[in-house]
């Protein structure tokens, strides 16, 4: 079936972001004093920085583009404390107790965001729903019965199932109740502008470049100014301060895919996850008054999907197959990190520096994560108690699987490293028709080249300025990105994504 028979858009675009008016905020353009600076303007640091303010604390908040443009912008959007299979492994890694405080956690910032809904009235589409993970694979019914059993050890609502509501032949399934969905950019548009209320300021276009460590930490940001603080809270997605913590080798970026379908028959509610491989998801959405679905998965990582527009291809053979489609109106893609044994970093960047901060790690799951994440660090600043910070501090370490997954993951980034490096291109920029990017042979060099759609061409350094790394052209979002730690690069160079911080170098220069 042909892209033209069943109308994938041309371009990727978020739903959340084209059907969201947010407030434009000034660049910083002075050096500043606060109680805590806020890094990055996502769900993670929009809800800390309204957590400090509504308990006093005044408070900067820094963006390097525009807030909510990015993970957050290009989430599925469900609040839930199912984050596929997981609490078995949990139980068997940290034990029931921490597996509890696990759920709990996420259960707690599920209701934090439900009641906020409710008391404040913010219009976000915010329903509850079901939640389900399923297998079609008889040999993974096993995985969902010790899934359902490590549910009832901790004491979970649940509810073991053998057919779906939607057209799936599935094998088994294990529903999570009263779980949620919304409209992730609506809710926190409110939020953005409850911090402003509350004396709260937010710049955007405003890239931190350094993180000065001290009694009172100070940031530098790109344009040369400073802001001098008592906490810095680091919600930039991949913690670009990376000095002694080794992040880089404790996270693994991945990239999955969105349809926002609208299918030829009724959606009838739920929230559902796949287990197999490659993964598929699925959740309603109203736009513009009418029910279409969100139809997600095909996870691969970053850098290392070949061909990646395939990947959009696979979801929308899927969607016809179960429901059948009427129109496909947006596609995008999201990338997220993956800690080493599943679960985030929240908390103290090293053990011994307690005033920055630091959220990262939420595997796809950061609605509730990012949640809990804001009410962590919030109560570390206020010097509160919080029964959870044990279980998501950066500098805990679980041998198993740990040790192994660290091993496996970095002779992962020293083969794509060396590979990179050994590659001889055979293309040249001249070769590439319009919309078409590839790495290529330029002036003896190894080098990125887009020709855009009027035909001109724009050339890169493919080395990423993160760590050497060669960057790999990604044709599904006309973006080049690093296959070793996850940066992202525009098709000028600059940087969408990090751990890199720097833009990619003029291969003329």
Same mark, same amino acid.
Request: hydrophobic residues 35%; charged residues 25%; proline residues 6%.
């Given at each position: ?43 993670? #640091? ?9 308990? #006093? ?15 957050? #912008? ?161 919600? /930039? ?210 080098? #990125? ?12 350094? /493919? ?47």
């Amino acid at each position: 079936m042909s892209n033209q028979e069943q109308k994938l858009p041309d371009s990727p675009e978020s739903y959340w972001r084209n059907s969201t008016n947010l407030p434009k905020f000034e660049e910083l353009s002075e050096d500043v004093k606060t109680d805590v600076a806020v890094i990055g303007g996502g769900m993670t #640091g929009l809800t800390t920085a309204y957590l400090l303010t509504k308990k #006093g604390y005044s408070v900067i908040l820094i963006e390097s583009g525009r807030i909510l443009d990015g993970t957050t #912008g290009y989430t599925t959007a469900k609040i839930t404390a199912q984050h596929d299979l997981i609490y078995d492994e949990l139980i068997g890694h940290i034990g029931m107790p921490n597996a509890r405080l696990y759920y709990e956690a996420n259960l707690k910032a599920l209701s934090f965001i439900k009641n906020l809904v409710l008391e404040q009235k913010i219009p976000c589409d915010f329903e509850e729903q079901d939640a389900c993970i399923y297998t079609t694979e008889e040999q993974s019914v096993q995985k969902i019965r010790k899934e359902y059993e490590a549910y009832q050890k901790l004491g979970i609502d649940r509810e073991f199932i053998k057919d779906l509501p939607v057209p799936i032949d599935m094998k088994a399934g294990l529903v999570m109740k009263n779980q949620a969905q919304f409209h992730p950019l609506h809710y926190l548009k409110h939020l953005a502008e409850a911090v402003l209320e509350a004396g709260g300021k937010i710049y955007e276009n405003t890239a931190a470049k350094e993180i000065k460590e001290g009694d009172r930490p100070k940031v530098l940001t790109r344009n040369g100014h400073q802001i001098f603080s008592d906490y810095v809270a680091c919600c /930039t997605h991949f913690p670009f301060h990376d000095k002694k913590g080794f992040y880089f080798a404790r996270l693994e970026p991945s990239r999955s895919y969105v349809l926002a379908v609208k299918p030829k028959t009724p959606y009838p509610g739920g929230m559902y996850l796949s287990i197999d491989q490659p993964s598929r998801s699925l959740r309603s959405v109203t736009i513009d008054g009418e029910e279409m679905v969100l139809v997600g998965g095909e996870s691969h990582k970053t850098g290392q999907g070949e061909d990646t527009i395939r990947h959009y291809q696979a979801l929308e053979s899927f969607a016809e197959g179960v429901f059948g489609i009427e129109s496909i109106p947006y596609r995008w893609s999201a990338q997220d990190l993956i800690t080493l044994d599943k679960i985030p970093y929240i908390g103290p960047i090293y053990p011994k520096e307690k005033r920055i901060l630091v959220a990262t790690g939420f595997r796809k799951w950061g609605m509730t994560t990012s949640t809990l994440a804001a009410q962590l660090m919030t109560d570390h600043i206020a010097g509160e108690d919080n029964p959870y910070q044990a279980v998501f501090q950066p500098a805990r370490f679980h041998p198993d699987p740990s040790i192994k997954k660290v091993i496996s993951y970095n002779a992962d980034v020293a083969k794509h490293f060396a590979e990179g490096k050994l590659e001889q291109p055979i293309r040249k920029p001249e070769d590439l028709v319009n919309g078409e990017g590839a790495v290529v042979s330029h002036a003896g060099k190894r080098a #990125g080249a887009y020709r855009d759609e009027k035909g001109e061409l724009h050339l890169v350094d /493919t080395t990423c300025t993160h760590m050497g790394c060669e960057v790999e052209w990604n044709d599904g979002e006309k973006t080049w990105d690093c296959p070793c730690h996850g940066s992202r690069f525009s098709v000028d160079g600059d940087v969408i994504e990090g751990p890199a911080v720097e833009p990619l170098k003029d291969p003329e220069s």
